[in-house]
């Protein structure tokens, strides 16, 4: 049985719309000018999904000056990883002059990531696609977990615990990489 892997924007509107949407905390987010370390081809995809879920955090949570931050992060990274096109600078146009405009800033990151996906799924870039989607799933339940406190039989931890599904899943699809070089 093959379980989609939920997009970081996904997740968190599941989050917000659940009880967390006055959440303004960006405490426990990767600290966005940390990219410079990473110098690895694996890293950066790696990274590239985590900046993709702390951009989708920020947007949907209507944190727009940190939305800002976060986008010219993951511009950097998708760069050096091979999506440029996918996230040109008409992109950011849109994305400053949609600060104040949830919806639309939601509409602009997912396209982001759905774009980036497509990039590299078209270019048969299969191991970095990978990477990109675990470090997106990954950070998506970690901020998940931050913002919600445990309460037995509450949705979010029903959520939760259905993603064992989808972990299942992602390593399955990264095992078929394991040997990959690059």
């Excluded at 093959?2 to 924007?9: A, E, I, K, T």
């Excluded at 990767?30 to 410079?36: E, H, L, V």
């Excluded at 050096?80 to 104040?100: C, D, F, T």
């Excluded at 497509?118 to 977990?145: F, H, M, N």
Aim: glycine residues 8%; contains cysteine.
């Amino acid at each position: 049985t093959f379980f989609q892997v939920p997009s970081p924007g996904e997740m968190l509107t599941f989050i917000k719309m659940i009880g967390g949407k006055n959440n303004k905390n960006t405490s426990f987010l990767y600290i966005f000018d940390n990219q410079k370390n990473y110098t690895d081809h694996k890293s950066k995809a790696l990274n590239f999904g985590i900046y993709s879920c702390d951009l989708s955090y920020c947007s949907i949570f209507e944190i727009g000056s940190e939305a800002l931050k976060y986008f010219k992060t993951v511009k950097q990274l998708g760069d050096q990883i091979g999506v440029s096109s996918a996230i040109n600078p008409e992109v950011l146009k849109r994305l400053e002059g949609n600060l104040g405009n949830v919806d639309s800033l939601s509409v602009i990151t997912d396209d982001i990531y759905f774009s980036s996906f497509e990039t590299l799924e078209s270019g048969k870039q299969g191991p970095t696609l990978s990477l990109v989607v675990a470090g997106g799933w990954i950070e998506s339940l970690y901020i998940a977990i931050n913002l919600t406190k445990y309460e037995e039989g509450s949705p979010v931890v029903a959520r939760l615990a259905d993603q064992k599904f989808t972990l299942d899943n992602l390593i399955e699809n990264l095992k078929k990489y394991e040997s990959d070089e690059h």
